[in-house]
C-alpha cells in the first residue's frame, strides 16, 4: 500500500454534514425574460456518469439515464431528445464490462454458488468473456469511428470532472484512440475504454471542427433556436477516485494558480480535490455556463461519495454519535477476516476529510447559483448531496444518535415501499431467491440501478416545475401537478431488481473472486485522472 497523503491544511475537518437546500431558488427571486418563440431544445444535459446512466460497471442502457427517464415525462420523441448508445445485443455488454450480464452467465453456467472447484471451471470462461468484450471494442464493430451528427442532448461522459467539458475534444480522443493497441491475453481490459465512451459524444459535439467542446457544443444547440432547461450534474469525480482505490491522491498546492490548460495536465494522476482547486474550475465552467442562452439552468450539488457501498465500514462506528467507521474497505471483506495491515482501506480521518472537501465543492456550487440568481439568471439547485444524505443507510437510517437535527429519511415511492426488503443504499445482494439487500446502487457499487435513477428523475422534475417548465403527455396535453414517473414501469425495466441474478450472495464471493481475478474495481472505474 502506498504512503497516506497528509491531508491539506486548506481543508477544515467538519463534524456536522453540510445542511441542505431546500429552496431551489435558494430564496433569490428572479423574473424570468420574456420568452419570444418556445426554445427547440426542451431538455440538455451535462454530467459524468450520473447523467449518462452508468450502472453495474458499464455504460449500456442509456436508454434509462435519469435524463431520458425526464424526457419521458416531457413527452420528448426520441428525435427531441438523442443520446449515444452503446448498445451490444448479442455480446457480453457496454463498456468497460457489464458486471449484471457476467454475473447472470456465470449463473446459467455453473450455478449460484462459487467454490474452489467452480472458480477452476470458471476462470478459462471469464478470459474468453473478457477477450470477447475486448475484441469488440478495439479491433471489431466497437473499434468503428462513430457516425457525425448534431450534438446529442445529453452530452454526459463516463469519468468526467468539472473541467472535462471544457478540454477535452474529439481531436484529442481521435489522438489517443489512433495508437496502436495489443491483444495481451493476460491483460484483458479495454484499452483507453472511457475515451471510447466519449468518442460518440465528441464526434457530435464536434459539428466538423474536432477542436470544439462539450461546452461549446451546448452553447451551439442554444444558438439554434434555444435551450429551455440545462441541467448540469458535475463534480463527483472531483473525489470518488479517493474512494474507489481506498487512497487520497491531493491536487498540488498551486493548482488553483495554474491556467486552464495547465490545470487539465496537473490533475493527471489526482483523486481528490483540495476545495481551492474545486474553486478554480468550478469559476471556469461558471463562466461559460453563463454564456449558454438557457431559459433555465439546474446545477446539482455533489453527493458524499463516502456513502457509496464500494467502501464498507468495518465494525462498529467510533462513537455511538458518529457517522464514520474505524476503517473503509471492500464490501467482500468481512470483519472477521480484515486487517488494516495487509487489505486495503481508508482511515476515519481521511473518511471524514473526503466528507469535508465536499462539502466545500457543495458550498462553491451553492454560491455560484446564487450569484447567478442575484444578476437575473434563471438558475436553480438540485441537492442531490441532500438527497443521498436523506438516503444514507448505515450513516443515519440504522444509527438515530449520529442523525444531524436537519436530518429526515427520503420518503421512497409507494412501488418501491412495497418491495421486500425495501431498496437501500446497501451493497446489493441476492440468492435463488431473490434479492436480500440494497437495490438502489447496483453491482459496482458505485452508481444508481434504474430505480435510482428514476429517483434523481423525479427529483429533477420537482425543481423543473419549481422553474415553470410544462411537461405533457403522449398525446400533447399538459399534465397536471404533481408530476410523478410510474415506478412500477420503471421496476418492470429494473432487470436488477426484477430478475436479480442468484450469484450476488451475502458473502459477495463472485464479486470478490472477479475483482482478484480482474482488479475490477480500482482498472474498470474510471476515476483516478489519466491524460485525454
Known sequence: MAARQTIPREVELR???????????????VTPAARATAPRHRLVTMGDSLTQGFMSGAIHRTDLSWPALVAFELGLSAREFTYPTY??????????????????????RFGSRLDLLESFRAAPWLRHHMDAIEDHWERGEGARRPDAGEPFHNTAVYGWDVLDPLVVTEARIERLLGRPTGDDVLDQLVEHHMARAAWPVLRHASGGDPGRSVLDSVAALARDEGIETLVVVLGSNNALGSVVSLETAWTPANYATLSLAGRRDARVGCNLWRPSAFRADWADLVAGLRTVRAEHVVAATIPSVTIAPIARGTHQKVRPDSRYFPYYTRPWVTDEDFDPRHDPHLLEEEVRAIDSAIDAYNE????????????????YLFDLGGLLDRLAARRYVDSPWARPSWWEPYELPEALRRLDPVPSTRFFRSGPQGRTEGGLFSLDGVHPTTIGYAIMAQEVIRVMRTAGVTFLDRHGSRRADPVELDFDRILRADTLISRPPASITASLGLLGWLDERLDWVTRFLPFVHSPL
Open 87 to 108: 448498445e451490444w445485443p448479442t455480446g457480453p455488454g457496454g463498456l468497460p464490462v457489464d458486471l449484471e450480464r457476467l454475473a447472470r452467465e456465470f449463473d446459467r
Open 15 to 29: 463534524d456536522e454534514p453540510r445542511r441542505p437546500e431546500d429552496d431551489p431558488t435558494l430564496g433569490v427571486p
Open 364 to 379: 462553491t456550487i451553492v454560491a455560484s447559483v446564487r450569484a447567478a440568481r442575484e444578476d437575473g439568471l434563471d438558475w
